[in-house]
């Protein structure tokens, strides 16, 4: 188990599909158990994913949610997490009491996100959280490793993936 007792907050959150669990997703998973004590992940519903193109080819709600608690199992202690459905881009993270940091990627549409969170988050009485942008692992031809390239088709090899 990847462990550490210098965690720099106490409480963080982070969000996503994590449809077929790939390496980007571990990467940003082991970043948030590195910096934090509790480690709470947003995981879409399937009623939030309808509007998607190719959303028969995405992993259903609790096929998604068994593989992440799995790969959390296997490197952390679960109890430090936790995992709920999420139905709205703020995710609930606009009304979470203790919340230190939202973690996201650097695509710039979730970075606006996460400043619009932290908008409503003053809106409803409560402090602004710490915004830790995690860069997505890319593959050797340089564009995001993601989801839906797999969905596509593509493969990538653990060794051609530069974090």
Same mark, same amino acid.
């Given at each position: 188990?990847?462990?550490?007792?210098?965690?720099?907050?106490?409480?963080?959150?982070?969000?996503?599909?994590?449809?077929? +669990?790939?390496?980007?997703?571990?990467? &940003?998973?082991?970043?948030?158990? @590195?910096?934090?004590?509790?480690?709470? &992940?947003?995981? =879409? =519903?399937?009623?939030?994913?309808?509007?998607?193109?190719?959303?028969?080819?995405?992993?259903?709600?609790?096929? @998604?949610?068994? /593989? +992440? /608690?799995?790969?959390?199992?296997?490197?952390?202690? &679960? /109890?430090?997490?936790?995992?709920?459905?999420?139905?709205?881009?703020?995710?609930?993270?606009?009304?979470? /009491?203790? +919340?230190?940091?939202?973690?996201?990627?650097?695509?710039?549409?979730?970075?606006?996100?996460?400043?619009?969170?932290?908008?409503?988050? &003053?809106?409803?009485? +409560? @402090?602004?959280?710490?915004?830790?942008?995690?860069? @997505?692992? !890319?593959?050797?031809?340089?564009?995001?490793?993601?989801?839906?390239?797999?969905? !596509?088709?593509?493969?990538?090899?653990?060794?051609?993936?530069?974090?």
């Amino acid at each position: 188990m990847l462990e550490s007792n210098n965690w720099q907050y106490n409480k963080v959150v982070f969000a996503g599909t994590f449809d077929h +669990l790939h390496e980007g997703h571990k990467h &940003i998973i082991r970043t948030a158990f @590195r910096l934090s004590k509790c480690v709470a &992940i947003g995981l =879409t =519903t399937d009623q939030m994913l309808a509007y998607k193109s190719d959303k028969k080819l995405i992993q259903p709600f609790d096929e @998604r949610y068994a /593989e +992440l /608690e799995k790969f959390i199992q296997s490197e952390f202690e &679960i /109890e430090r997490s936790s995992i709920f459905p999420i139905e709205t881009r703020e995710g609930g993270a606009d009304k979470m /009491e203790n +919340l230190e940091a939202l973690i996201v990627s650097d695509e710039i549409g979730v970075v606006q996100n996460a400043f619009d969170i932290n908008q409503m988050r &003053i809106e409803n009485g +409560l @402090r602004r959280f710490h915004i830790i942008i995690i860069p @997505r692992v !890319r593959t050797s031809d340089g564009r995001p490793l993601s989801s839906s390239r797999s969905r !596509r088709g593509e493969t990538f090899h653990a060794d051609e993936l530069i974090h």
